[in-house]
């Protein structure tokens, strides 16, 4: 989330995170407070589903601490592969238990079908491509030296995107076309994409707040229209089918965006040892560019050390730290391209899928849609 500067001016996260646990009572006490209009009740718990919970919640929870610590201590550490275990293991238990039930709190046979399916892996995929922006341009401007306080209008810019798409989202959603609004999201994702595409070590914030606004745009604007296609199949199977459905939408955005956020910081990881690898291999000692770059950085160290010698290699390892940046902001330019493709891929893929099925005439939610309508004529 985007947050102000003063609320990690001094280098700590104590302050963010007492931000983000007041937030959260904020949202405890209005549920509390703006009571749910009166409807049918019943007791649909059983103690089974607290074992089920118990096994499916530690396997989230370690497949959490894989993706996130995967990425931080590098994916070769090898007590990683503990809670990985117990990820496999907890989830396979809890899908086996809810299988197997009279009455599971989670519908396994519901949750494998083909939309479904579908349903899950563009929720999965969206949240991955938003890491372009979470991790990729964020990533980049702190790479580059940009500070809290330098990037105020940049996340200003992101918040204006997003609200925008929140009204517009609003007010335009329409049941009988969901397929539409996610096809525009993911478009405007590959133009933020390709738009990034290029950056340079003297890119700044201000290059990237029209990329940045379409894709800040596109990731509110793409959330309304899929949770309402995967409530109206929900709704259309059954109220039973609802926990099934806020299990995988919660799945597809957690894993998605932690999936996303390891998979850009190992790419960017590699592709920067790779070009700083070839830069340096490239470089030649004779070359006079190079050698008055070193030139130019010896003499300006050595106003503070008189040993030639050791200006020499803190000349040279300043260079070479250059190099290292430069490696970094090619890094991060494979990473937009990638995203670009992978995006406009999905972009193609939908598209066709979208426009096949108005040539034929189908609504992918006409079933869904047919039952609910029903159940509103039998009240």
């Given at each position: 989330m985007s947050s102000r500067p003063t609320l990690a001016i001094d280098g700590q996260l104590e302050n963010l995170f007492l931000f983000q646990f007041g937030l959260a009572l904020i949202c405890f006490g209005l549920i509390n407070i703006l009571e749910l209009p009166p409807g049918n009740t019943e007791k649909v718990f059983e103690k089974l589903d607290f074992v089920s919970f118990g096994f499916f919640a530690s396997g989230l929870a370690a497949l959490a601490v894989v993706l996130v610590q995967g990425r931080i201590l590098w994916w070769t550490t090898p007590w990683l592969v503990y809670p990985l275990m117990i990820a496999i293991v907890g989830i396979s238990i809890a899908l086996w238990i809810e299988t197997h039930r009279k009455n599971p709190m989670l519908q396994v046979r519901w949750m494998r079908s083909r939309n479904i399916i579908a349903f899950m892996v563009t929720g999965a995929v969206m949240r991955i491509l938003l890491s372009e922006q979470n991790v990729g341009a964020a990533g980049l401007l702190a790479n580059l030296g940009y500070g809290n306080d330098q990037l105020v209008t940049f996340y200003a810019v992101i918040i204006a995107a997003s609200a925008l798409a929140l009204i517009i989202s609003i007010f335009s959603t329409n049941a009988m076309d969901l397929r539409r609004p996610v096809i525009f999201a993911v478009a405007l994702i590959a133009l933020g994409s390709w738009m990034d595409v290029g950056v340079s070590i003297n890119s700044a914030p201000y290059t990237f707040y029209?990329?940045?606004?379409?894709?800040?745009?596109?990731?509110?604007?793409?959330?309304?229209?899929?949770?309402?296609?995967?409530?109206?199949?929900?709704?259309?199977?059954?109220p039973a089918y609802i926990i099934s459905f806020s299990v995988i939408f919660g799945i597809s955005q957690t894993v998605g965006g932690l999936a996303g956020a390891a998979a850009i910081q190992a790419f960017t990881t590699i592709r920067t040892q790779m070009h700083y690898a070839d830069m340096v291999s490239s470089l030649n000692l004779g070359d006079p560019a190079f050698s008055a770059q070193?030139?130019?950085t010896r003499n300006m160290l050595s106003n503070q050390t008189t040993d030639a010698a050791q200006a020499n290699i803190g000349a040279v390892s300043q260079v070479l730290q250059g190099i290292q940046r430069q490696a970094t902001v090619a890094a991060y330019s494979d990473l937009f391209f990638l995203m670009a493709c992978l995006a406009t891929a999905v972009t193609i893929i939908l598209l066709l899928n979208y426009l096949y099925n108005r040539y034929h005439k189908r609504n992918p939610l006409a079933k869904e849609l047919a039952v609910i309508a029903k159940m509103r004529e039998t009240k």
């Open positions: 029209l990329s940045q606004f379409l894709i800040a745009f596109a990731a509110v604007y793409f959330m309304g229209p899929l949770v309402f296609e995967g409530f109206l199949r929900a709704i259309g199977s059954g070193v030139a130019g």
